[in-house]
């Protein structure tokens, strides 16, 4: 049980890295595009650009870690799942408050999917060893 919950969190670091590369290399382009179909201040697009791809480093930050947490479980060496934890509170608490602030666009279960795959992986204390 506890080497498949590594694999879960393998899986959901797998996912946060992934949309991290799409989130940066496919969701600005997308969003740059829109801005640029009205008249959007040269600061405001900047400002804007900066924040979405802070967004998507730390998506990729948090996938790494995720990554070399379960990595080290996976091979049966203990490590702490408190980094993990914190990330799937993280990608829960937002997901949750931007579908409701959306009014439930289905797309935004990108954050709650990852959260609650990493919230399985990590809901056991016991080391990954079995």
């Known amino acids: 049980m506890a080497r498949g919950r590594a694999v879960l969190g393998l899986v959901a670091g797998g996912m946060l890295i992934l949309s991290s590369a799409a989130h940066s290399l496919l969701g600005w382009p ?51 799942t408190g980094p993990a934890a914190v990330v799937a509170v993280a990608y829960l608490a937002f997901g949750c408050w931007a579908l409701v602030a959306s009014r439930f666009e289905p797309f935004l279960l990108v954050f709650i999917v990852p959260g609650i795959l990493l919230a399985l992986a990590v809901s056991s204390r016991a080391p990954a060893r079995s």
């Open 30 to 80: 997308a969003l740059r595009g829109q801005l640029a179909a009205v008249p959007v201040p040269a600061d405001l697009l900047l400002g804007l650009q900066i924040g979405w791809q802070f967004g998507g480093v730390a998506m990729l930050a948090f996938g790494i870690v995720v990554v070399a947490l379960f990595a080290k479980r996976f091979r049966g060496e203990d490590a702490s």
